[in-house]
């Protein structure tokens, strides 16, 4: 009970840490990413777009340009990261409803831009102030003798309109409209590095996938939120993976004290065995006493350690009596599956341990 009850309170947490992880690069991933195969910038995007607008699987799309870029602001530094997206970007991801300071860009002005709280908390960039400007600066392409300053960087004033949390995944990003990118990088208008996708239904995200491939043709690279991700998910599978398999054999010697209690009752009722089998009572039903005993502490010990867990991550969830730090709770969600996997676990081993040591012989019985 108590083995079966530990091990689905932990994997009831990784189901939950799984939640809260995708909650945390929710606003970094969109359900599909369009991205060119050779190259950055997108080509043909004028034939994307129009097919992406006739698909019925795609609630909506937009632009987006990205680069590493070098911010300053009253003699502070630091190096970013800037997110260029179009008036649909709000649909697609709805960062607007993060933002917790401020308000989102209005895009009537291409230098309004969306800020990560702790890269405006290193610079000190005051928040919708006319006055206050912080500049962006994005190194040119090319070669050549540099002889003035304008030959090294392009550079951009830009007003600060709103701060979002970025949940250490969006750290030192700014979101900004996406023409202020396409001037920094002296990109014709309307060019995209990609394009990111909301889907009616992110679960047919795979299929959608397939058939844009086979629509959209060479030279396009299509990757879903897990495959962006797929270091991230590797890490977390593999984390869970470990953890089963310790409570799994957490669960295994523990089985070893009901090979005690099957032993214990052969050795209490030896007196009453040799009885039965003097009356001739067959020695393979007496083993299947033995062996449905076992099997009754199994399967009453799985569903009493299930509830017992239950509970458990109940009081969790509405108590958050728990915590990983001082303000975050350890997450929980109770699935399923993991009823599946914990009583499949514990049977397999219950029963092979009851169905060996209810093998006993008819000599142990009869021998004085």
Request: aromatic share 12%.
């Amino acid at each position: 009970m108590v083995a079966v009850t530990a091990m689905f309170v932990i994997i009831s947490v990784f189901s939950g840490l799984e939640d809260l992880n995708k909650d945390l690069i929710s606003n970094l991933h969109a359900d599909l990413t369009i991205k060119s195969s050779a190259g950055k910038t997108l080509k043909n995007l004028p034939k994307i777009e129009d097919l992406l607008k006739k698909n019925k699987d795609i609630t909506s799309f937009s632009r987006v340009i990205e680069e590493k870029v070098y911010i300053n602001y009253n003699g502070k530094g630091d190096i970013a990261y800037l997110r260029g997206v179009d008036s649909a970007y709000t649909v697609v991801n709805p960062i607007n409803k993060d933002v917790f300071y401020g308000s989102y860009p209005s895009f009537d002005y291409s230098n309004e831009v969306l800020m990560e709280n702790s890269l405006d908390n290193r610079l000190s960039i005051p928040i919708a102030s006319s006055k206050d400007y912080a500049t962006i600066f994005m190194p040119k392409p090319g070669l050549g003798i540099i002889n003035k300053e304008d030959d090294i960087y392009n550079k951009k004033d830009i007003l600060v309109t709103g701060i979002f949390p970025g949940k250490d995944q969006l750290d030192s990003y700014i979101i900004s409209p996406i023409e202020l990118t396409e001037q920094l990088l002296n990109l014709p208008k309307n060019s995209a590095y990609q394009i990111v996708i909301k889907l009616k239904n992110p679960e047919n995200a795979d299929i959608v996938k397939g058939k844009l491939l086979s629509t959209l043709g060479k030279g396009i690279d299509i990757k879903t939120k897990e495959e962006e991700n797929a270091a991230f998910w590797k890490m977390i599978n593999t984390e869970k993976l470990f953890i089963y398999l310790i409570f799994a054999l957490v669960i295994f010697i523990t089985t070893f004290n009901l090979a005690g209690a099957i032993i214990i009752l052969q050795l209490d009722k030896k007196e009453q065995a040799r009885s039965l089998i003097s009356l001739g009572f067959p020695l393979s039903h007496l083993r299947r006493i033995y062996f449905y005993t076992g099997v009754l502490i199994v399967i009453s010990g799985i569903i009493s350690g299930l509830i017992l867990g239950t509970a458990l991550c109940y009081f969790q969830l509405f108590t958050e009596f728990f915590k990983a730090n001082e303000t975050l709770p350890f997450p929980v969600k109770i699935v399923g599956k993991n009823y599946i996997i914990v009583a499949v676990t514990a049977s397999l081993f219950g029963f092979i341990i009851s169905w060996v040591f209810s093998k006993i012989s008819k000599e142990y019985i009869t021998k004085n």
